[in-house]
């Protein structure tokens, strides 16, 4: 008898949060969040570019003060002592080609000093800019886990739903054996039999859907995650760096002066070679960083672009697969969302 | 103890506040003219580097020990950011942005603060850590003659702010590639390399050494040297509570640091709760029209005055051939606590200089 099945959830309305989801608005979703993260390793690969440049700058700068400090510890010059000291001012900007004996070294050490402290202040400006991609992504991320809970929910919904419409369906089909084989019941069973199974394949669709979702915004969230972390671990560097860097310059001001001021008077020498091991203490720094920084970019940054290229095609492929899924296997998908409702309910693990 | 480097002592706030804050008034109150380097980009700095500690976008002040003003690192430090200032705020975006994202996170309080600062600081002309300028004052043509004056603003490596300025004929028919260049147009001008060089090494001796040195140069006529120091600077900061001070560390072995290591040891000593500040410019010159030879600077006597019996008489005909004078002189500005030092020092050497008055706070 029909009767006896509650056909009112066929008119209940169920509650899922949000705009409701398809293939087509799930993968735009996917999509848009996606562009996000993409336009994030586009402003990375460009600051990368840039930080290498910078610091390839900064390097070469802290050098030709280094060099000085080698020249006076007697390691990179061998034509004694006017042509070393020549030797070493043609590192200089605007000395190349002159007299000894025309500019001032103290000058031009001082202007290397100001070339050098700039450098150093276009690299640290890169960590404030880090810092705010960085804040932006774990934005990103608090709204793809609001995401992952709305998906979650509805999934729940969706299976509860499910399993109160299998609970009419089976009804549904021992009133239809109880029925008179052709009769008016038993063709109004095998209509309202009809609905429940129009009902028990949208929400199929429906338990798969939001539970594809919420694997792939979770997927989405661990990519953003990791992207931050490189940019925070980037940032980081940068910061440790320059902040050295910054320090050493700071104290060596008053050296590079009375190195400048030694030099001019072509007197101690040997002072200046003590006051400049500062700098090439820098330089060692500087050498370490770049080298460091270039390592961490090709084994991370690189394989992380390719896993985000394999999450792209694997995102892809789930959607196109589901799209070329119809009618034919619908029947397996309902049986997989009753079978997962059914495992929910009794507290199994739910698997799929 | 402040020393954190070479010639270098460290001052943080809010000390280093009260420091430049006294600093600022004390240029202004010096009445600088423009034998000094120029007062209102020093301010200028001055003031940027008080607002950057203020905002909190630098940390501590690095002051020269010896000089007792802001050091290269401190002044490069101001000059490196109005540099970068446009492009900076070109790649911070637009303020309203970052304040409406203040709470977010430090790092936009951060870059709102950042964005407010070098706002202003793109606005200013700052003090330059050395800046070279040639300026024409005649030129003619027909008998090969140009009159220059070149001058150089200078952090020198002693710490003080200097200005030289070397007003020259140059008499060789051959001048164009002598000690100044005139531009094809007659009308700019730029010191050779070597000349400019050798001013710049030069910079740290004074007037009449300097213009006999350029006197010396073959087709040179110098007409005057005049030499602008700003500084040293003595201050003394109350810490804290009052029961440290922080003081300008490496004074120069001369009258005025005996005094202020006197007072410090004395009246100065139990002096822990107000800031005190004394600050020193001196001007020096050497040329023809100088009336009367002397020194009214109780720091630093005439030349001929220094040398021994057998420098003397060679110096005397050294200046025989020259027809200069030379006229030095020193001004100060102190608080009421350090007034009484510069007092004492003008009345040792019996020199007639100005004291300006700098209030305490």
Redesign the interface.
């Known amino acids: 008898m029909s009767a006896k099945a509650n056909l009112d959830v066929l008119n209940r309305q169920v509650a899922y949060s949000g705009e409701g989801i398809s293939v087509k608005t799930l993968e735009t979703e996917i999509h848009q969040e996606r562009t996000v993260q993409d336009n994030k390793v586009d402003e990375l690969k460009g600051l990368r570019e840039r930080n290498v440049e910078i610091q390839g700058a900064m390097a070469e700068e802290l050098k030709k003060l280094r060099r000085f400090s080698d020249y006076l510890n007697g390691t990179t010059t061998k034509g004694g002592f006017l042509a070393g000291l020549k030797e070493v001012l043609s590192y200089i900007p605007g000395l190349r080609g002159l007299a000894l004996s025309q500019r001032s070294i103290e000058e031009l050490l001082k202007a290397q000093y100001h070339l050098s402290a700039r450098r150093v202040k276009e690299a640290a400006a890169y960590v404030d800019t880090l810092k705010q991609s960085e804040q932006d992504l774990y934005k990103e991320i608090d709204r793809i886990n609001m995401k992952i809970v709305e998906m979650a929910k509805n999934e729940r919904e969706a299976l509860g739903y499910v399993l109160e419409l299998k609970a009419v369906q089976e009804q549904l089909k021992a009133d239809e054996q109880a029925a008179e084989a052709g009769s008016v019941e038993q063709r109004d069973i095998q209509a309202n039999a009809d609905k429940v199974y129009a009902k028990l394949a949208e929400h199929s669709t429906n338990v798969l859907l939001y539970g594809s979702a919420e694997e792939r915004y979770a997927r989405l969230k661990d990519n953003t995650r990791k992207l931050a972390e490189t940019i925070r671990n980037l940032g980081n560097d940068i910061q440790q760096y320059t902040t050295a860097a910054s320090i050493k310059l700071d104290m060596a001001s008053a050296q590079i002066q009375a190195i400048g001021r030694a030099a001019d008077a072509a007197e101690v020498m040997l002072e200046m070679k003590r006051s400049l091991d500062v700098m090439t203490e820098s330089m060692n720094v500087t050498t370490q960083f770049v080298s460091d920084t270039q390592m961490f970019f090709r084994s991370n940054l690189d394989t992380f672009v390719k896993d985000l290229e394999t999450f792209d095609e694997t995102t892809t492929g789930l959607l196109e697969e589901n799209l070329k899924k119809s009618r034919e296997i619908e029947e397996a998908r309902i049986k997989a969302a009753i079978d997962k409702a059914m495992a929910r309910q009794q507290g199994a693990p739910a698997g799929a | 103890m402040s020393i ?5 002592q460290a001052l943080v706030l809010p000390e280093a506040g009260r420091y430049l804050d006294l600093l600022g008034r004390a240029l202004q109150a010096a009445r600088l003219n423009d034998t000094f380097p120029d007062r209102r980009q020093l301010q200028s700095t001055v003031d940027s580097l008080r607002e950057g500690l203020r905002l909190g976008v630098y940390g501590e002040l ?1 002051v ?1 020990a010896r000089a007792g003003l802001p ?3 401190s002044f ?2 101001v ?3 109005h ?2 200032a446009a492009a ?1 705020l070109a ?2 975006g637009p303020r309203s942005e970052l304040e409406a994202r203040r709470g ?2 430090e ?2 309080a ?2 709102a603060t ?1 964005h407010a600062y070098l706002e202003a600081l793109q606005r200013l002309v700052l003090a330059p ?2 800046q070279h300028r040639v300026l024409l004052r005649r030129h003619d043509a027909a008998s090969g003659t140009a009159a220059f004056r070149i001058e150089l603003t200078k952090l020198d ?1 002693s710490g003080v702010y200097l200005r030289l300025a070397i007003d020259l004929t140059q008499v060789s028919s051959l001048w164009r590639r002598k000690v100044v260049d005139l531009e094809a147009d007659g009308e700019t001008a730029a010191a050779s ?2 000349f ?2 050798m001013v ?2 030069c910079a740290d001796l004074d007037a009449e050494t300097l213009f006999v040195r350029m006197h010396g140069i073959e087709g040179v006529q110098v007409e005057r040297v005049v030499r602008g120091v700003i500084g040293p600077v003595l201050f003394s900061l109350p810490v804290g509570d009052g029961v440290a001070v922080r003081r300008t560390m490496e004074v120069p072995d001369d009258a005025l640091g005996r005094a202020w290591q006197t007072w410090s040891l004395g009246a100065g000593a139990a002096e822990h709760e107000r800031p005190e500040l004394l600050v020193a410019f001196a001007t020096d010159s050497a040329a023809g029209d100088v009336r009367e030879e002397k020194s009214n600077d109780p720091l630093s006597p005439l030349l001929a005055e220094r040398l021994g019996p057998t420098e003397g008489p060679r110096y005397r005909a050294l200046r025989e051939r020259y027809p200069f004078k030379v006229f030095k002189d020193r001004k100060f500005v102190a608080t009421p606590g350090l007034k009484a030092v510069a007092q004492g020092v003008i009345a040792a050497a019996g020199t007639r200089n100005i004291v300006y008055d700098l209030r305490a706070t």
């Open positions: 954190v480097a070479l010639h270098t690095y020269d050091n290269l690192a490069t430090r000059a490196t950011d540099e970068l900076s790649k911070l977010e996170a790092v936009f951060r870059m950042k850590v050395d490596a390399e070597t400019r060089g710049y090494r």
